[in-house]
């Protein structure tokens, strides 16, 4: 590990919960609500209670998946230029997802989300650099439940060519992300070895497994698709109060998903995954925004690397709206987790109230966290250029480095330039109309949507998903889901 790296446990902390670990699992157990996972976990020298559903395993059957696991691969997006190795030495940044609620950018106005709102988010998401994935990321209450999940899938296509998620759910949503990914690739067989769409499963804590979420993980990994394991367990709710405690519940239901991967494919590909938070114990709700949330996740990141598995921590503010709470709580969380070495970090951008709503204005705002956190977790560089003992010869006392030409080539390098902070005097701040960081938001989104465009679907690509759009809802066609409608 990078002795750089921010770290919140010992080389003995993380020793004392793999332990603790291996006691739960080969005593407590965990209950797995699927007879297809019970059957397989059996056949695999677990020891299975069918009345109960309770399933215990040892630390020999935990750790041979654990170590057959593939420590990185490569996610595609629908474009060559935004795929990216998973495991990379950088922190991967995404949107919320499926946000019930949209805080409208130019009212403030607090209200469900719409497709249209999403379609617009998608394309703001795929203009950032900063953000690694693209997907709606709001639920809109305008689609038919019948057709939501082909037209939030294609909508998200249309509008982004960077990676994105598969799904969750029964053999029916397998089989439409299966067709999807022939629309794209022309051979659904190709999936196995292009990664498109991982799917995304979340325990049910404490130390349970659902029937639909172990459906989805032990398809995908028929298929050789990669799955995030994201547990999301509260702190003295679905978990232990202590921090270790949750540590150690979260770790045994990871890895429990791990073994039963590993009871469809040889090599698993897992992604270990935290947004667990402590319970607020006086308004019993969530508290993402909590400094122990973060201590959480990085936590988990060391938890992950200690098993040679890809990482994911969330980011993330309890604040309701796009104000001063939102924006010190994200920046602590996206801070540590570039700090950690976390591989993603991708419930971040825009969202906030613990995940339920999307603001646009926090969406560039959070971009700008994004790349301030991005540039500190690239430290100082110290070689014999960045001493700059020449430069400094040249200039000598009392000189101006403005003069020297390794003063412009230096600060391309290494020093970020805000795309949305102001740094202007005040006499220039006030000549250019006094504005304050929520309209300089609102006017980078607004020039983001009348000058970006999505790269365009390959034509027969778009014909293909065009007419699987058709076979959900009439109401529909890829023309609609890439109007965005005027930008005020």
């Not at 020297?404 to 391309?412: A, D, I, N, R, V």
């Amino acid at each position: 590990m990078n002795d750089r790296m921010l770290t919140v446990l010992s080389k003995n902390d993380i020793e004392a919960i793999h332990g603790a670990t291996m006691e739960v699992l080969d005593r407590t157990g965990v209950k797995m609500d699927s007879p297809e996972a019970l059957k397989l976990l059996q056949e695999h020298g677990c020891e299975v209670d069918e009345k109960t559903k309770t399933v215990r395993m040892n630390e020999a059957i935990v750790m041979d998946a654990v170590k057959s696991c593939h420590g990185n691969f490569r996610w595609h997006g629908r474009s060559e230029k935004d795929s990216f190795d998973v495991v990379n030495g950088k922190t991967k940044f995404g949107p919320g997802a499926q946000c019930l609620y949209y805080i409208d950018p130019d009212t403030g106005e607090f209200r469900h989300s719409t497709l249209q709102d999403g379609i617009r988010i998608c394309r703001l998401l795929d203009a950032l650099d900063t953000c690694s994935l693209g997907y709606v990321p709001v639920y809109p209450t305008d689609v038919p439940d019948g057709a939501m999940s082909p037209i939030m899938w294609v909508a998200g296509l249309v509008n982004t060519s960077k990676p994105t998620y598969g799904g969750w759910g029964d053999d029916a949503e397998f089989e439409l992300m299966l067709r999807v990914a022939e629309a794209l690739l022309g051979d659904r067989e190709l999936v196995r070895k292009k990664t498109l769409f991982p799917a995304y499963i979340d325990p049910v804590s404490p130390l349970g497994h659902d029937q639909y979420m172990t459906q989805t993980l032990l398809r995908y990994a028929q298929w050789d698709i990669p799955v995030f394991v994201m547990v999301m367990a509260l702190a003295g709710g679905t978990a232990p109060a202590s921090l270790a405690g949750l540590l150690v519940q979260q770790n045994a239901e990871i890895l429990s998903a791990v073994v039963t991967a590993k009871c469809v494919t040889k090599r698993p590909k897992i992604i270990y995954g935290s947004v667990s938070c402590p319970l607020d114990m006086r308004s019993g709700i969530a508290a993402t925004g909590s400094p122990e949330f973060s201590l959480l996740g990085v936590g988990a990141v060391q938890m992950a690397k200690s098993y040679g598995l890809p990482s994911d921590m969330g980011i993330q503010s309890d604040s309701k709206t796009v104000d001063a709470q939102t924006t010190y709580e994200k920046t602590q969380a996206a801070l540590m987790a570039v700090m950690s070495g976390a591989d993603f970090a991708e419930l971040f951008m825009g969202s906030t109230e613990a995940f339920n709503a999307f603001s646009p204005l926090q969406l560039m705002i959070d971009d700008e966290i994004a790349s301030n956190v991005q540039r500190i977790a690239r430290g100082i560089e110290v070689n014999d250029e960045t001493l700059s003992v020449g430069v400094i010869g040249k200039t000598g006392p009392l000189g101006n480095f403005l003069k020297q030409k390794e003063t412009l080539t230096q600060f391309k390098k290494q020093h970020m330039i805000p795309k949305l902070s102001d740094r202007a005097t005040r006499q220039q701040w006030t000549s250019s109309g006094s504005k304050d960081s929520l309209q300089r938001a609102k006017e980078r989104m607004r020039e983001l949507l009348r000058t970006h465009e999505p790269e365009p679907l390959d034509p027969d690509v778009a014909r293909s998903l065009e007419a699987l759009v058709k076979e959900y809802t009439k109401e529909y066609d890829l023309g609609s889901l890439a109007r965005t409608g005027p930008v005020r």
